[in-house]
């Protein structure tokens, strides 16, 4: 082996610790740390909500933030800290996750799990990864990984190239074993237009962040127009993503200049102190004395014009709450499903030191008609809890044609 292969390759094995190592320093910690507090007390805004006191509720980790040895124990415990204020969108990131943020490929097993007495209980699995691929399924548990029986989630790391044996106890209790190779593959799941019968259209949007196709949804829109006299909009588990792309959809959906809410920034709120010293400081009577509203604007493909429906659950949240409410107070728009996640603040992210990122909110949202969306999920005006069994139609899919076709009849 030349000297120069030598070199080569103890930087590749750096090159691989350094990506995959999950140990955190003391001082790596109080970096972090203090890099956070910053972003909090000098960037992140949520009318009502004082971020100095972000030390304070820190203080009362301290004893486990001490414990934490690795990145992925320390990033949990200080998301406990956030979520103690009670907001949505403030999180935490580590190097590995801040460094895929935005990314549409990706090379790792796919898997995401919780540790249990006999192994790894798996959560999900990414659609099109490695493991998904081989067979692996929720709800699975991880008994050996290569052999070894897994301790820790880390066992489940690696490069691309990287292979894996899994020894798995399916949920009836049967064995099972799989083996698969890590392979880049895409995050991406693009919309899709579906038809219920000849004149319902479903249009399933998987995010409003990386991976959103303007063009593709045109498309689809174009497509539903052409016949649909219905529309399903199913956002279930669509977490939310970029405002641009939210106004996109509504832009499709909804007249051209229909305003359909208002973001309450700092400036908002300042400027509406300043005019009101004695008014109500709340995020409402700020977003109805707002001037700039929130509005759909013009595009090439013409905004559908039949009934809808929209599809929620636990998992739509943030522009998909945006979304639904938009719809539900401008088009009439029936909510079908069950509650949705009640976290709709607009947020930013930022890079902070050792690798690591925080998501902070910088402004909160009000709806067209005054309802303040965060902490307050949106209720359907049908309920269905039935979840989709292999090869029987979607429970929730039905029930909302059923409402947009009993509405027609009513008419």
């Not at 498309?219 to 977490?239: C, F, M, P, T, V």
């Not at 890079?351 to 969306?373: A, H």
């Not at 979840?387 to 009849?409: F, M, S, T, Y």
Request: with cysteine; aromatic share 6%.
């Amino acid at each position: 082996m030349t000297l120069r292969r030598l070199v080569l390759l103890i930087m590749a094995a750096a090159l691989s610790a350094i990506t995959f190592a999950q140990d955190i320093t003391p001082e790596q910690k109080q970096n972090v740390l203090k890099s956070l507090e910053d972003a909090l007390t000098t960037s992140a805004f949520v009318p009502g909500v004082d971020f100095k006191k972000w030390n304070d509720y820190l203080e009362k980790k301290k004893e486990d933030l001490d414990k934490d040895k690795d990145v992925t124990a320390f990033t949990n415990t200080v998301n406990k800290v956030l979520r103690d204020f009670g907001i949505s969108h403030c999180r935490l990131q580590g190097p590995r996750a801040t460094a895929r943020r935005g990314r549409t490929a990706v090379a790792d097993t796919g898997i995401a799990g919780t540790i249990e007495d006999k192994g790894i209980r798996v959560r999900r699995v990414s659609e099109k990864s490695p493991a998904q691929v081989a067979g692996l399924e929720e709800k699975d548990l991880i008994v050996k990984v290569n052999g070894e029986k897994p301790t820790k989630l880390e066992v489940l790391d690696g490069e691309k190239g990287a292979k894996f044996h899994l020894e798995i106890e399916k949920a009836d209790g049967s064995a099972k074993q799989i083996d698969f190779e890590i392979q880049e593959y895409s995050t991406v799941r693009k919309e899709t237009l579906t038809w219920q019968g000849d004149d319902t259209a479903v249009l399933r949007i998987y995010t409003f962040a990386a991976g959103y196709d303007r063009e593709n949804l045109e498309n689809l829109i174009a497509e539903a127009s052409k016949k649909a006299k219905y529309l399903i909009l199913d956002l279930r588990s669509n977490g939310g993503g970029a405002v641009n792309n939210l106004n996109h959809l509504l832009s499709l959906l909804l007249p051209e200049e229909t305003p359909y809410g208002v973001f309450v920034s700092r400036r908002v709120a300042e400027n509406y102190t300043k005019a009101n010293p004695s008014g109500a400081q709340t995020p409402e009577a700020m977003a109805e004395w707002a001037p700039g509203k929130a509005k759909t604007r013009k595009l090439k493909t013409e905004p559908f014009k039949g009934k809808m429906a929209v599809l929620l659950n636990r998992g739509s949240a943030s522009a998909s709450e945006i979304c639904a409410a938009a719809l539900k107070e401008k088009a009439d728009a029936k909510m079908v499903g069950t509650k949705s996640a009640g976290a709709v603040l607009s947020s930013v992210f930022r890079k902070l030191t050792e690798g690591f990122s925080i998501q902070y909110p910088v402004s909160d949202y009000i709806t067209i008609k005054g309802t303040r969306l965060e902490g307050h999920p949106i209720t359907p005006d049908v309920e269905v809890t039935a979840v989709k069994k292999d090869n029987e139609p979607d429970p929730v899919i039905a029930k909302a044609v059923e409402i947009l076709h009993g509405q027609a009849n009513r008419h």
